[in-house]
């Protein structure tokens, strides 16, 4: 019986070891694996996640200053169409002397 139980400890300490050996095998194929996604990822120039929502931010940002801008461009277009209709009857006047100018010197050629 002795040497019976003696065999099922050397049975254990023998699977103990393959696991060992096992569990050791595939930490250095992860840690291989993780080496080479890394210089792959390194390769691709991808960018982190801090630098991504950084520009995210500063995109956000220039996106409500371009709503601003256009809402100002907006205003200022209608103040300059807003004096450009009060103007235009002050240049009517003046084209309108030029033409009954025009008209005695076209008559006098005649």
Do not use: C, H
Not at 9 to 29: I, K, N, Q, S, Y
Not at 38 to 50: F, K, M, Q, W
Request: proline content about 3%; hydrophobic content about 50%.
């Amino acid at each position: 019986m002795r040497q019976q139980g003696r065999f099922f400890e050397d049975g254990a300490r023998v699977a103990g070891g393959a696991l060992g050996a096992l569990a050791g095998l595939r930490a250095e194929v992860n840690g291989l694996a993780r080496g080479r996604l890394e210089r792959l990822l390194a390769d691709l120039n991808l960018v982190t996640r801090d630098e991504f929502e950084a520009m995210r931010d500063v995109a956000v940002r220039a996106r409500e200053g371009q709503a601003v801008l256009e809402t100002r461009l907006a205003a200022l277009e209608a103040q300059i169409a807003a004096l450009s209709a009060v103007a235009k009857p002050v240049e009517a006047s003046p084209a309108k002397a030029t033409r009954s100018k025009a008209k005695p010197a076209s008559d006098a050629a005649v």
